[in-house]
């Protein structure tokens, strides 16, 4: 079975540039996260959507990120523009979205981004 | 208070050793807990969940559950160094289904 895709692995670019991260869950999966990661730190969730529909988004700087997943499966996340302190790694998980407390989340590769 | 603390170590054990990684947290009405191993710079990989009181084997892993206490660990039966790795303990708060908090991670090292 294949595993949470995501591209690219690493990008680099100067700030006030934009940049977007593509991912593909796990098949069946219908519940896809975003989360980011800060060296030393544990990830941190910038959006969870269920099926198509975006139903967390509470952590996500609304004002630069943006976020789509049109027909429920793949999903883009988007910075424009990028800052210094957008440096991190950027996860995207899936899972079933099991109702309840026992749903299982899988984690792509993640992006690595850097912003000079 | 973070709502899930781990020592950021580094834990060294020496190989074959029982390493033992700890984390706390903060809501009580926590109802399922992760464990999550991450190489450095790879994606966190999951090692097993539990959301009972007590202690739930998984081959040379155990999680151990302490709801009252709100404490939950994880053992390393005969470490190898390939466990090398940090540790993420995670949290699905209440009230919000399938929101993982995560700890910082604890950094293992097994010693050859």
């Known amino acids: 079975e294949a595993g949470v895709v995501q591209s690219p692995r690493y990008k680099i670019i100067e700030k006030k540039q934009p940049v977007a991260f593509w991912c593909n869950p796990i098949s069946g999966h219908n519940t896809l996260y975003w989360y980011l990661q800060n060296l030393g730190q544990g990830p941190e969730l910038l959006i969870r959507y269920e099926n198509e529909e975006a139903v967390d988004d509470s952590q996500l700087p609304k004002d630069r990120f943006s976020a789509e997943r049109l027909k429920g499966v793949d999903s883009t996340l988007k910075i424009q523009p990028a800052e210094l302190g957008d440096s991190a790694v950027y996860l995207c998980?899936?899972?079933?979205?099991?109702?309840?407390?026992?749903?299982?989340?899988?984690f792509g590769p993640g992006t690595r981004l850097t912003v000079l | 208070q973070k709502e899930v603390e781990q020592n950021s170590g580094p834990l060294s054990v020496p190989e074959g050793a029982i390493a033992s990684l700890n984390c706390t947290y903060s809501?009580?009405?926590?109802?399922?807990f992760f464990w999550y191993r991450q190489y450095s710079g790879k994606s966190p990989e999951l090692i097993m969940f539990?959301?009972?009181?007590g202690d739930k084997e998984d081959g040379r892993f155990t999680a151990q559950l302490n709801k009252a206490s709100q404490y939950v660990s994880l053992l390393i039966r005969d470490s190898q160094p390939s466990d090398s790795a940090t540790y993420l303990c995670a949290v699905i708060v209440t009230g919000a289904t399938n929101k993982l908090i995560f700890g910082t991670g604890t950094l293992l090292a097994v010693q050859p």
């Open positions: 998980a899936s899972s079933l979205g099991l109702a309840g407390f026992t749903d299982t989340q899988y």
């Open positions: 539990i959301y009972s009181n």
């Open positions: 809501d009580r009405g926590s109802q399922s």
